[in-house]
């Protein structure tokens, strides 16, 4: 979804490619988690589309300032951008907690 942000992907080719995704990974038994993208101004029509599909899916969608706050801790990124060990295990973490035991 970021690098689809970042090279300007159409949101309608966005959207039909995220719903081929959730078509592939969500099913019977399985817990699908979702991080909401962090929306530059004027691309909206992103979010609503990832809101859309998460609630059609019923995938857990969690909201960006989650994962900003993993991305602030010291140490926890590579890059200012990509998670580092500790910014994984911190994640997990996080995500582990908002779903619960067994998702």
């Known amino acids: 979804g970021g690098n689809d942000?970042?090279?300007r992907a159409e949101v309608q080719e966005f959207e039909q490619d995220l719903e081929k995704?959730?078509?592939a990974v969500c099913g019977a038994g399985r817990t699908v988690v979702m991080?909401?993208?962090p929306l530059l101004p004027f691309c909206n029509r992103y979010g609503m589309a990832q809101r859309k599909l998460a609630k059609e899916y019923s995938v857990f969608l969690i909201p960006k300032?989650?994962?900003a706050e993993?991305?602030?801790s010291?140490?926890?990124t590579t890059d200012g951008i990509h998670l580092s060990s500790k910014g994984q295990e911190m994640m997990a973490k996080m995500i582990g907690g908002m779903i619960g035991p067994g998702g």
Request: no cysteine; net charge negative.
């Open 74 to 76: 010291p140490e926890a």
């Open 21 to 23: 995704l959730l078509g």
């Open 35 to 37: 991080l909401e993208l």
């Open 70 to 72: 993993v991305l602030k």
């Open 5 to 7: 942000l970042l090279s």
């Open 65 to 67: 300032h989650y994962f």
